[in-house]
C-alpha cells in the first residue's frame, strides 16, 4: 500500500496562491490514480481534483479554473496548485491515491492531511 505525506498548507489571504505537494512511497506510484479531497469543519470529506497515471485530470466544478493537479511520476509527487483562494476553500486538504481517477469512491490510501486557511 502506498503511503502518502502532505506539505504547503499554510494561511492566505483570499485571492493569493498556495501549493501543495504530497509525496508518494513505493515503486508503483505511477499507476495510481491520484487526487486531493478536502474536509471543512462540519463538513464531510469532498472531492476536489484527481490525475490518472496518464495525466488525464478531473475537478469538482468549484475549484475549474483556479486549482490545477500534477503529477511527476519520477519524484512521486502530485501538487496542487491552489489560486484565487477563497475563504470557502478553508479546509483540510488531503492527498490521496486510488484506482480510477473518475472514480472518488476508488480512493483508499490517504495521508494526514495539511490544513489550509483562506482569510478573508
Known amino acids: 500500500q502506498v503511503q502518502l505525506v502532505e506539505s504547503g498548507g499554510g494561511l492566505v489571504q483570499a485571492g493569493g496562491s498556495l501549493r501543495l505537494s504530497c509525496a508518494a512511497s513505493?515503486?508503483?506510484?505511477?499507476?495510481?490514480?491520484m487526487g486531493w479531497f478536502r474536509q471543512a469543519p462540519g463538513k464531510e470529506r469532498e472531492f476536489v481534483t484527481t490525475i490518472s497515471w496518464s495525466g488525464n485530470t478531473h475537478y469538482a466544478d468549484s475549484v475549474k479554473g483556479r486549482f490545477t493537479i500534477s503529477r511527476d511520476n519520477a519524484k512521486n509527487t502530485v501538487y496542487l496548485q491552489m489560486n484565487n483562494l477563497k475563504p470557502e476553500d478553508t479546509a483540510v486538504y488531503y492527498c490521496?491515491?486510488?484506482?480510477?481517477?473518475?472514480?472518488?469512491?476508488?480512493?483508499?490510501?490517504w495521508g494526514q492531511g495539511t490544513q489550509v486557511t483562506v482569510s478573508s
Open positions: 490521496a491515491a486510488g484506482k480510477v481517477a473518475g472514480v472518488p469512491s476508488s480512493f483508499g490510501s
Open positions: 513505493g515503486r508503483t506510484f505511477s499507476s495510481y490514480a
